[in-house]
T-cell receptor, first 111, second 110 residues
Framework: DTGVSQDPRHKITKRGQNVTFRCDPI?????LYWYRQTLGQGPEFLTY????????KSRLLSDRFSAERPKGSFSTLEIQRTEQGDSAMYLC?????????FGEGSRLTVL | GEDVEQSLFLSVREGDSSVINCTYT??????LYWYKQEPGAGLQLLTY?????DMKQDQRLTVLLNKKDKHLSLRIADTQTGDSAIYFC??????????FGAGTTVTVRA
């Protein structure tokens, strides 16, 4: 099965540390999305790539957050100087057209 | 703007039908989606409907759309214990982005 793959699945870090998440989309999917989900809420849009171009960033994505998709394939989401409020599930999704397929998510806990 | 609302909880007896409701506010929404999320997992796409349709059926799932009232529902026939999960409604208002509701937690009791 070559679904959307995310790594790591779980990350526990101390406040102030940097963390990076990786997403491998479904092969040949040109669109890639990052969402954030907190307990009891639906996913909130963070950013979107079409191929290697980052076309939209939510205002939720402060300057401590950066996302890249250097070759239009995998993507990374880095959070610098983590805060406790960054604790959430970070979801990656990819699509070719109408259907967005999500990965299993990367759960971040900031102590 | 984008605002999707769902009731938070639904309890249903095994074998009965479940109906999960959703309202949205963006009249320019082109497609509406239903996703399922089991504990600790990502979102699984169940089905989606184009905004100029009023019904779509896929095995045990039936989606009804009332575009005038901006109301979407998902009916699950013959609900099973494996259907216990959180169900998210989402609208697609532009070319690529989905906006999600807060989810409806469905509990199936024996």
């Amino acid at each position: 099965d070559t679904g959307v793959s995310q790594d790591p699945r779980h990350k526990i870090t101390k406040r102030g540390q940097n963390v990076t998440f990786r997403c491998d989309p479904i092969s040949e999917h040109n669109r890639l999305y990052w969402y954030r989900q907190t307990l009891g809420q639906g996913p909130e849009f963070l950013t979107y790539f079409q191929n290697e171009a980052q076309l939209e960033k939510s205002r939720l994505l402060s300057d401590r957050f950066s996302a890249e998709r250097p070759k239009g394939s995998f993507s990374t989401l880095e959070i610098q100087r983590t805060e406790q409020g960054d604790s959430a599930m970070y979801l990656c999704a990819s699509s070719l057209a109408l259907e967005l397929f999500f990965g299993e998510g990367s759960r971040l806990t900031v102590l | 703007g984008e605002d999707v609302e769902q009731s938070l909880f639904l309890s249903v007896r095994e074998g009965d039908s479940s109906v999960i409701n959703c309202t949205y506010t963006d009249s320019s929404s082109t497609y509406l989606y239903w996703y399922k999320q089991e504990p600790g997992a990502g979102l699984q796409l169940l089905t989606y409907i184009f905004s100029n349709m009023d019904m779509k059926q896929d095995q045990r799932l039936t989606v009804l759309l009332n575009k005038k009232d901006k109301h979407l529902s998902l009916r699950i026939a013959d609900t099973q214990t494996g259907d216990s999960a959180i169900y998210f409604c989402a609208e697609r208002a532009n070319d690529y982005k989905l906006s999600f509701g807060a989810g409806t937690t469905v509990t199936v009791r024996a």
